[in-house]
């Protein structure tokens, strides 16, 4: 088996990695849908938590080490360090129109 690493992943390919960010979370601990709520300002009924998930890798910034992550559990987009993603594989894509690609 291959370990991949942000930094060995093939641009041009679908990837897809699992990924843990801090975010505002629902009782249910999902993301809450909170658009630039900042961490020091606590929305009702919601923590702060890591969520954890899986996505299909969107764009790399090699210089600053992030990557821009899709998730495919609740839909959102996250910029994500490179400390805080594993198990990277490649993605097979299921949507023929889809243009999940690395960069």
């Known amino acids: 088996m291959t370990n991949y690493t ?4 093939e641009p041009g390919q679908a990837w897809a990695c699992k990924f843990r960010v801090r975010c505002w979370l629902t009782p249910e601990l999902t993301p809450a849908n909170v658009i630039e709520q900042r961490l ?15 996505g299909v890798i969107m764009r790399r910034d090699e210089p600053n080490q992030l990557l821009e992550i899709e998730d495919q559990q609740c839909e959102n987009v996250w910029i994500v360090a490179y400390s805080d993603v594993w198990d990277i594989d490649r993605a097979e894509l299921a949507d023929d129109n889809s243009t999940h690609k690395t960069t």
């Open 40 to 54: 020091d300002q606590q929305p009702p009924d919601y923590t702060v938590g890591d969520w954890e998930s899986w």
């Open 6 to 9: 942000p930094d060995t992943i």
